[in-house]
């Protein structure tokens, strides 16, 4: 790693974490909460200029790497990241994350960054985008199931972009549930740490689920939904991983980002193949109502899509214009003489032959 850049070609600039917390410490979180949600907003509305896929999924019985790519034909944009709910007992992170953003006509990184943090901020921006759509007018009360990584990102979102008031948190572990307590005392929002699940929606406007669990879990049953809410669903992101009771579907309108990869990862994996979905962008662009009603309950089954990443990318890239909250990576070889890479490797040889090798 070196900074300044050699060559500013060969190297791309790549945001560590410590550079990613001074950024956004620098910045303040709220805002890059609500700046990081009208990327993805923008982002969205051009939803059909992007190139789409599921993301790659590599499975074991511990969890899952998968990639997630996406392009505008401008620039492209990849996410390596894992779910390994297992982590937890090797006091590891269940979700680790980083990306690269490119340019399209030379194919060249333009930047290298963490995605864990960004991740988190990034899927807290887009929950809060779409419940700002979605859940019924004047939500004031938030019920946080899943008091993991995540947990705090979602509900500082819910407080800036939703106006979120109170926040109700129940984890299967009290300890995750104290933690995200001490961690949001201080942000002027009511906490409220409760011992059950049925306990922290009580009078909840937005349920959001983010647990971690590699099976077919049941955090939410149908007698526990009431009518006029909206839940937020972005734990079960996996084949064989979701967390809510298949009723509360049938009784929802299920919004979802991509609906090709969101059947196959989202809670709607339990449902026929045809059941239906409106994907949020067509919301967003105004082709398709959100909430029709008060009574309406709906649900947002989030697996996280790679345009949110692009978005999140592009956004930081934006952001670092200026400052120098970056590192250089020399990884791109890259000789002056653009065919003469043997001769690019000759030179470095020799200049380093005299270093011992073992
Ligand atoms: P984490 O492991 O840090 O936290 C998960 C928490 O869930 C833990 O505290 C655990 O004790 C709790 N939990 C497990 N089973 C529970 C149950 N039955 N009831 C209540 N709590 C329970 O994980 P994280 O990084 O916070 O991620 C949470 C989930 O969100 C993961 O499944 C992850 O894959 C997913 N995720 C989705 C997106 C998206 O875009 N949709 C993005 C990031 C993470």
Not at 209 to 216: E, F, H, M, V
Not at 311 to 340: M, V
């Amino acid at each position: 790693m070196t900074n300044p850049p050699p060559s500013a070609r060969a190297c791309i600039p790549f945001v560590s974490v410590e550079n990613m917390v001074r950024l956004t410490a620098a910045i303040g979180l709220p805002r890059v909460l609500t700046e990081l949600a009208a990327y993805i907003e923008a982002d969205f509305l051009r939803w059909e200029s992007f190139e789409k896929t599921p993301r790659l999924a590599s499975h074991s019985p511990e969890g899952v790497i998968e990639l997630m790519p996406t392009s505008d034909h401008v620039n492209y944009a990849f996410k390596y990241v894992n779910g390994h709910p297992s982590n937890l007992k090797r006091s590891l992170q269940t979700v680790v994350a980083f990306g690269v953003f490119s340019d399209v006509r030379t194919g060249y990184p333009l930047l290298m960054a963490e995605m864990t943090l960004l991740t988190a901020m990034r899927t807290a921006a887009t929950s809060a985008l779409v419940a700002r759509r979605l859940a019924p007018a004047k939500s004031r009360v938030l019920a946080l199931i899943g008091n993991g990584a995540q947990s705090e990102f979602q509900t500082i979102a819910m407080q800036t972009i939703c106006g979120i008031e109170e926040v109700r948190l129940y984890d299967i572990d009290p300890s995750a549930t104290r933690k995200a307590a001490r961690n949001l005392a201080g942000t002027g929002l009511k906490i409220i740490s409760c011992a059950t699940a049925e306990d922290a929606i009580l009078g909840a406007q937005i349920i959001t689920t983010c647990t971690a669990d590699k099976q077919n879990a049941t955090i939410l049953t149908d007698n526990m939904i009431g009518a006029g809410v909206h839940i937020n669903a972005i734990g079960g992101d996996c084949p064989g991983k979701t967390e809510l009771h298949s009723d509360i579907l049938k009784r929802s309108d299920v919004f979802v980002e991509f609906p090709p990869q969101a059947r196959i990862e989202g809670e709607i994996q339990q449902m026929p193949a045809d059941f239906p979905v409106t994907e949020f962008w067509e919301v967003l662009a105004g082709r398709k109502p959100g909430r029709k009603s008060e009574s309406q309950i709906t649900l947002f089954d989030s697996v996280g899509f790679a345009i949110e990443d692009f978005s999140a990318l592009r956004y930081l890239r934006d952001k670092l214009e200026g400052t120098d909250f970056l590192q250089y990576l020399d990884i791109l070889a890259d000789p002056d003489d653009t065919r003469d890479l043997y001769g690019m490797w000759t030179r470095i040889a020799a200049a380093t032959a005299e270093r011992a090798v073992r």
